[in-house]
Every structure is written in C-alpha cells, then in structure tokens.
C-alpha cells in the first residue's frame, strides 16, 4: 500500500504563489506518472498537470502559471505563481501504479482578497 501525503496549502492573495508537495512512502514517484487534480465546491474533479516519461502537460487554465516536477524518487511538487481566485480548490496528487491508482488526502488551497 502506498501512501501520500499533500501538503503546502492555505490562504493566499490573488497574484500570490504557492508550492505542494506530494509526498509519497515509497520511490514510486520514480517509476509511474504522477498528476495534480483539483475540485472545487460544487464542481467535478479536474485534471491540472501530469508528468510521464518526462513530459509535462497542463490544463489550459493554467498554463504559464503552474509548473509540475520531480524533486526527488518520494516527493513531488506543483508551483503555482501568479494565483487567481478560480484556482481555490483541494489539490489532489495522484498516482497510477501498474496495479492500482492512489490518491492523496488532498490540501486546500484559498485564493482570496
């Protein structure tokens, strides 16, 4: 079983920036694709970034602004600069092994004035 653990959310103002953190209980972070979901109240859960033999995607909402990457064999992390109150949501990490996806707990991230 392999756990993940977000971190890095809060309360920030519009323009302002924030870092999370995926961190994982194993290397696995090495091996699979990793991703960052979000969902907002009253919204589906939507896909942000993901990272796979080296290539980094983007939802169109936040292209420029949100960088993916690997810092390490267990920690993951998604920077994002230039924050705009849409982005409020809980920010998910995601991982697909070959038998099964995992999931974080998730970590509220707060655009607000």
């Known amino acids: 079983q392999v756990q993940l653990v977000e971190s890095g959310g809060g309360l920030v103002q519009p323009g302002g920036s924030l870092r999370l953190s995926c961190a994982a209980s194993?290397?696995?972070?090495?091996?699979?694709?990793v991703n960052w979901y979000r969902q907002a109240p009253g919204k589906e859960r939507e896909l942000v970034a993901s990272m796979s033999n080296g290539n980094a995607n983007y939802a169109d909402s936040v292209k420029g602004r949100f960088t993916i990457s690997r810092d390490n064999a267990k920690t993951a992390a998604l920077q994002m600069n230039s924050l705009k109150p849409e982005d409020t949501a809980v920010y998910f990490c995601n991982v697909r092994a070959p038998s099964r996806n995992y999931w974080g707990q998730g970590t509220q991230v707060t655009v607000s004035s």
């Open positions: 194993t290397s696995i972070l090495s091996i699979v694709p």
